[in-house]
């Protein structure tokens, strides 16, 4: 088997990382966790999704991709100028909805439907705020968060952070969730039923 192989690219999808690369934005979604969010998404059809920490779009293709026609999903960044590239490359997609906000003050407002899915690729989510979003996370809902596995990009201390979450991840006892030591590190959790 081999994983470099990644068929089926969102058709947005070269598009986004050719703007990602213009623009020097250095957080770019990982193609390997683009591939598990579309796979995992595809098994929860009708559903609702949520996606803290849009950035330029790349994982969003991914979701979007996976999604059926009667699925839905939030995606909420801070930052502007994101959003309003994210609007531009996915103008018309009626089951999206981008929202510029601070996600932890979001988090603490929210108080629509409880999601099929959660990925938390910022740090409201992940954390902060993290038993509020795991609050939101259905009975049988996924909830995926990536950049365990120690990236150039962090800052001095920052292991300390990741080795706190994921220890508090796993004294949980309503979370059953698997830890992968692949693409950048990944760890998949499911609310128990």
């Known amino acids: 088997m081999n994983d470099s192989i990644i068929l089926n690219k969102p058709t947005i999808h070269s598009e986004i990382e050719k703007k990602s ?111 509020l979003v795991l609050d939101l996370l259905k009975t049988g809902g996924f909830y995926i968060i990536d950049d365990m596995m120690a990236q150039p990009n962090w800052p001095d201390g920052h292991q300390k952070n990741v080795d706190k979450l994921i220890e508090y991840l796993e004294d949980r006892n309503d979370l059953n969730l698997t830890k992968m030591n692949w693409s950048t590190g990944i760890i998949i959790a499911v609310k128990k039923y």
């Open 21 to 131: 690369q213009e623009i020097g934005f250095t957080m770019p979604s990982d193609l390997y966790v683009g591939t598990l969010l579309k796979t995992l998404i595809t098994s929860k059809p009708k559903s609702n999704l949520l996606e803290l920490g849009t950035g330029i779009g790349l994982s969003l293709s991914w979701m979007l991709d996976g999604m059926d026609a009667e699925s839905k999903i939030t995606s909420v960044d801070n930052d502007p100028e994101l959003i309003e590239m994210a609007k531009h490359h996915f103008s018309g997609e009626s089951r999206l909805q981008l929202i510029n906000a601070d996600a932890s003050q979001w988090i603490k407002e929210y108080q629509g439907a409880k999601f099929d899915l959660i990925f938390a690729d910022a740090w409201p989510g992940k954390y902060s705020e993290l038993d």
